[in-house]
């Protein structure tokens, strides 16, 4: 009994990862607000505002990108001008700001270098 109930969780929580990287709509994204997901996709560019801020575009230039990582704190250490243009994978809660998906992440174990 315990087996099968711990290969449906692993199989829901594959199912779930696999549909929060595809392409959503402001629709779907609403669903998702709140849950920790995993999305993937080009880093376009960035805005360091304080040590303990910096945001990445993803997937387009602001304004017009498809969501935005949101890095808070000390801990990931990122040499900016390399990420630029790169394909990451981030791990975090999915949140809404102005309308438009944004991830948080706060660990270097939330973002894959693809």
Same mark, same amino acid.
């Given at each position: &009994? %315990?087996?099968? !109930?711990? !290969?449906? *969780? =692993?199989?829901?929580? *594959?199912?779930? +990862? ?10 779907? *994204? ?5 849950? %920790? ?6 880093? @376009?560019? @960035? +805005? =360091?505002?304080? $040590?303990?801020?910096? &945001? ?9 990108? +498809?969501? #935005?990582?949101? =890095?808070?704190?000390?801990? !990931?250490? !990122?040499?900016? $001008?390399? =990420?630029?243009? %790169?394909?990451?994978?981030? #791990? ?5 700001? %102005?309308?438009? /998906? ?5 660990? /270097? ?6």
């Amino acid at each position: &009994m %315990k087996k099968s !109930i711990l !290969i449906a *969780f =692993i199989f829901a929580s *594959f199912a779930f +990862k696999a549909s929060a990287q595809e392409k959503f709509s402001l629709v779907q *994204f609403e669903k998702y607000v709140g849950k %920790k997901v995993t999305l993937c996709d080009t880093v @376009y560019s @960035y +805005k =360091i505002f304080n $040590d303990t801020l910096t &945001m990445l575009n993803m997937g387009g230039n602001y304004p017009n990108q +498809k969501f #935005t990582v949101v =890095i808070t704190g000390h801990e !990931i250490v !990122i040499n900016f $001008d390399d =990420i630029k243009g %790169k394909h990451i994978c981030v #791990t975090g809660d999915l949140s809404k700001y %102005k309308g438009h /998906p944004e991830v948080l992440i706060y660990h /270097p174990n939330q973002i894959e270098f693809k």
